[in-house]
Nanobody
Framework: QVQLVESGGGLVQAGGSLRLSCTAS????????MGWFRQAPGKEREFVAA????????YNVDSVKGRFTISRDNAKNTLLLQMISLKPEDTAVYYC????????????????WGQGTQVTVSS
Protein backbone atom coordinates (compact mmCIF):
# COMPACT_ATOMS: atom_id res chain seq x y z
CA GLN A 1 0.00 0.00 0.00
CA VAL A 2 1.29 3.44 -0.95
CA GLN A 3 -0.09 6.57 0.63
CA LEU A 4 0.27 9.82 -1.28
CA VAL A 5 -0.19 13.26 0.21
CA GLU A 6 -0.28 16.38 -1.94
CA SER A 7 0.50 19.91 -0.78
CA GLY A 8 1.26 23.32 -2.19
CA GLY A 9 -2.07 24.27 -3.68
CA GLY A 10 -3.65 27.64 -3.15
CA LEU A 11 -5.02 30.80 -4.71
CA VAL A 12 -2.86 32.66 -7.22
CA GLN A 13 -3.41 35.36 -9.79
CA ALA A 14 -3.17 34.63 -13.49
CA GLY A 15 0.45 34.65 -14.56
CA GLY A 16 1.61 33.49 -11.15
CA SER A 17 3.37 30.33 -10.06
CA LEU A 18 2.85 27.45 -7.67
CA ARG A 19 4.80 24.34 -6.81
CA LEU A 20 2.88 21.23 -5.86
CA SER A 21 4.47 18.46 -3.84
CA CYS A 22 3.44 14.87 -3.35
CA THR A 23 5.04 12.79 -0.64
CA ALA A 24 4.83 9.01 -0.79
CA SER A 25 4.90 6.70 2.21
CA UNK A 26 6.81 3.82 0.72
CA UNK A 27 10.35 2.47 0.73
CA UNK A 28 9.99 1.58 -2.93
CA UNK A 29 9.11 4.98 -4.39
CA UNK A 30 11.53 4.47 -7.28
CA UNK A 31 9.57 1.37 -8.33
CA UNK A 32 6.70 3.57 -9.46
CA UNK A 33 6.13 5.93 -12.30
CA MET A 34 4.35 8.99 -10.98
CA GLY A 35 1.77 11.27 -12.48
CA TRP A 36 -0.29 14.38 -11.94
CA PHE A 37 -3.95 14.64 -12.86
CA ARG A 38 -6.45 17.42 -12.34
CA GLN A 39 -10.19 17.77 -12.15
CA ALA A 40 -11.91 21.06 -12.79
CA PRO A 41 -15.45 21.73 -11.52
CA GLY A 42 -17.99 19.90 -13.62
CA LYS A 43 -15.35 18.12 -15.68
CA GLU A 44 -13.76 14.70 -15.72
CA ARG A 45 -10.34 14.15 -14.24
CA GLU A 46 -7.62 14.62 -16.85
CA PHE A 47 -3.99 13.65 -17.19
CA VAL A 48 -1.45 16.46 -16.79
CA ALA A 49 2.05 14.97 -16.61
CA ALA A 50 3.97 11.80 -15.82
CA UNK A 51 7.53 10.88 -14.99
CA UNK A 52 9.24 7.52 -15.23
CA UNK A 53 10.71 5.61 -12.30
CA UNK A 54 14.44 6.18 -12.55
CA UNK A 55 15.71 8.18 -15.49
CA UNK A 56 13.25 11.02 -15.12
CA UNK A 57 11.76 10.73 -18.57
CA UNK A 58 8.74 13.00 -18.50
CA TYR A 59 5.63 13.64 -20.56
CA ASN A 60 3.24 16.59 -20.37
CA VAL A 61 -0.02 17.25 -22.12
CA ASP A 62 0.10 19.98 -24.75
CA SER A 63 -1.97 22.43 -22.70
CA VAL A 64 0.75 22.68 -20.04
CA LYS A 65 3.92 22.27 -22.09
CA GLY A 66 6.36 25.06 -21.44
CA ARG A 67 4.51 26.02 -18.26
CA PHE A 68 4.46 22.92 -16.02
CA THR A 69 7.48 20.82 -15.11
CA ILE A 70 7.21 17.46 -13.40
CA SER A 71 10.16 16.15 -11.43
CA ARG A 72 10.92 13.69 -8.67
CA ASP A 73 13.39 13.22 -5.84
CA ASN A 74 13.61 9.50 -5.18
CA ALA A 75 15.80 10.05 -2.10
CA LYS A 76 12.99 12.07 -0.52
CA ASN A 77 10.06 10.05 -1.90
CA THR A 78 8.74 13.26 -3.38
CA LEU A 79 7.05 14.19 -6.63
CA LEU A 80 6.91 17.83 -7.71
CA LEU A 81 4.95 19.88 -10.21
CA GLN A 82 6.32 23.35 -10.86
CA MET A 83 3.66 25.50 -12.49
CA ILE A 84 4.35 28.90 -14.02
CA SER A 85 2.31 31.30 -16.14
CA LEU A 86 -0.84 29.95 -14.58
CA LYS A 87 -4.15 30.56 -16.30
CA PRO A 88 -7.70 30.58 -14.93
CA GLU A 89 -8.35 27.38 -16.88
CA ASP A 90 -5.71 25.65 -14.74
CA THR A 91 -8.09 25.92 -11.79
CA ALA A 92 -8.75 22.40 -10.54
CA VAL A 93 -8.08 19.87 -7.82
CA TYR A 94 -4.68 18.35 -8.57
CA TYR A 95 -3.98 14.72 -7.75
CA CYS A 96 -0.77 12.77 -7.72
CA UNK A 97 -0.80 9.08 -8.50
CA UNK A 98 1.56 6.10 -8.61
CA UNK A 99 1.77 3.42 -11.27
CA UNK A 100 3.75 0.28 -12.01
CA UNK A 101 3.71 1.08 -15.73
CA UNK A 102 6.66 2.70 -17.49
CA UNK A 103 5.24 6.13 -18.39
CA UNK A 104 1.50 5.93 -17.98
CA UNK A 105 -0.90 8.58 -19.18
CA UNK A 106 -4.22 6.87 -18.57
CA UNK A 107 -6.08 7.08 -15.30
CA UNK A 108 -6.63 3.32 -15.25
CA UNK A 109 -2.87 2.72 -15.31
CA UNK A 110 -2.51 4.22 -11.86
CA UNK A 111 -3.02 2.22 -8.70
CA UNK A 112 -2.52 4.69 -5.88
CA TRP A 113 -3.98 8.17 -5.56
CA GLY A 114 -3.66 11.10 -3.22
CA GLN A 115 -6.58 13.11 -1.89
CA GLY A 116 -5.84 16.13 -4.03
CA THR A 117 -4.91 19.75 -3.51
CA GLN A 118 -6.93 22.71 -4.77
CA VAL A 119 -5.37 25.18 -7.19
CA THR A 120 -7.36 28.30 -7.96
CA VAL A 121 -6.17 30.83 -10.51
CA SER A 122 -7.97 34.16 -10.52
CA SER A 123 -8.20 36.37 -13.58
Amino acid sequence: QVQLVESGGGLVQAGGSLRLSCTASTYTFNNYAMGWFRQAPGKEREFVAAISRINGRAYNVDSVKGRFTISRDNAKNTLLLQMISLKPEDTAVYYCAASSALLPTRENDYTYWGQGTQVTVSS
